[in-house]
C-alpha cells in the first residue's frame, strides 16, 4: 500500500511570494489533514478534510492560508502572501476513519 | 484548551531503559499516541492506547497510561542507538464518526551515550 505522498519536499521563497503544497493520501482515505510543524515545535493542525468537506479548520490563518480539497482525494494548502514566521514543515496526514493517522514526509518551506 | 507538555530533552546509556513521560490536560481524550520522529523524517507512529486502558505492551515499547493524574508514559527497554530521536506524544478524541486532528506536545529529544 502506498503511503501519504507529499511535493514539493523542499522550497525557498522569498517574503510576500506564494506558494501551494500537495498531498495525495492513502488511497481510500476519506478524512485528511494538514499541519504545520515549525522548528523545535510539535505539530499544530491547521484543517481537517472529511471528503471534500471542512471539519475544522479553527486553527488555519485565513487571511493567508488556504486550503482545498476537490473530488475528495488530493489536496492543495496554499500561502498568499508568505511572512518569515511561516518558514515550517507542512505536514498531510490522512486516516480511513478509525483512530490512526498516517503522516507523509513532509513539505519544509523556508521563507527569506 | 488542550494542552501536551513533555520534556524536552532525555539522555540514557545504550542498553538502559528509557522512560519518556507526558502530561494532558483534555479529560475527554479518547485515544492517545507516542510518534517517533528521527532528523529530517516524518512522523512515524509507534504504539497508542486508547483511554480505558492502563498499560499496553509492543516488543520493547511499554505504554502506561494515568487518567486520574493524566499522565502518559512511553518505556523502551534495551534502549538502541537507533532509538535516538525526537519522540511526540499526542492526543485525539475520536467520536466514533472519526478521529479529531491531533494535538502534539513539543517533544523529547531521546539522546543515547555509548
Known amino acids: 500500500e502506498a503511503g501519504v505522498a507529499q511535493s514539493p519536499r523542499y522550497k525557498i521563497i522569498e517574503k510576500r511570494q506564494s506558494v501551494a503544497f500537495w498531498c495525495n493520501p492513502i488511497?481510500?482515505?476519506?478524512?485528511l489533514y494538514w499541519y504545520q510543524q515549525i522548528l523545535g515545535q510539535g505539530p499544530k493542525l491547521l484543517i481537517q478534510?472529511?471528503?471534500?468537506?471542512?471539519?475544522?479548520d479553527s486553527q488555519l490563518p485565513k487571511d493567508r492560508f488556504s486550503a482545498e480539497r476537490l473530488k475528495g482525494v488530493d489536496s492543495t494548502l496554499k500561502i498568499q502572501p508568505a511572512k518569515l514566521e511561516d518558514s515550517a514543515v507542512y505536514l498531510c496526514?490522512?486516516?480511513?476513519?478509525?483512530?490512526?493517522?498516517?503522516f507523509g514526509p513532509g513539505t519544509r518551506l523556508l521563507v527569506l | 484548551g488542550e494542552d501536551v507538555e513533555q520534556s524536552l530533552f532525555l539522555s540514557v546509556r545504550e542498553g538502559d531503559s528509557s522512560v519518556i513521560n507526558c502530561t494532558y490536560t483534555?479529560?475527554?481524550?479518547?485515544?492517545l499516541y507516542w510518534y517517533k520522529q528521527e532528523p529530517g523524517a516524518g512522523l512515524q507512529l509507534l504504539t497508542y492506547?486508547?483511554?480505558?486502558?492502563d498499560m499496553k505492551q509492543d516488543q520493547r515499547l511499554t505504554v502506561l497510561l494515568n487518567k486520574k493524574d493524566k499522565h502518559l508514559s512511553l518505556r523502551i527497554a534495551d534502549t538502541q542507538t537507533g532509538d535516538s530521536a525526537i519522540y511526540f506524544c499526542?492526543?485525539?478524541?475520536?467520536?466514533?464518526?472519526?478521529?479529531?486532528?491531533?494535538?502534539f506536545g513539543k517533544g523529547t529529544h531521546l539522546i543515547i551515550q555509548p
Open positions: 478534510f472529511q471528503n471534500n468537506g471542512v471539519v475544522d
Open positions: 488511497s481510500g482515505h476519506a478524512t
Open positions: 483534555d479529560s475527554s481524550s479518547t485515544y
Open positions: 499526542a492526543e485525539t478524541l475520536y467520536s466514533g464518526g472519526g478521529a479529531d486532528g491531533l494535538t
Open positions: 496526514a490522512s486516516s480511513s476513519g478509525g483512530e490512526t493517522q498516517y
Open positions: 492506547i486508547f483511554s480505558n486502558m
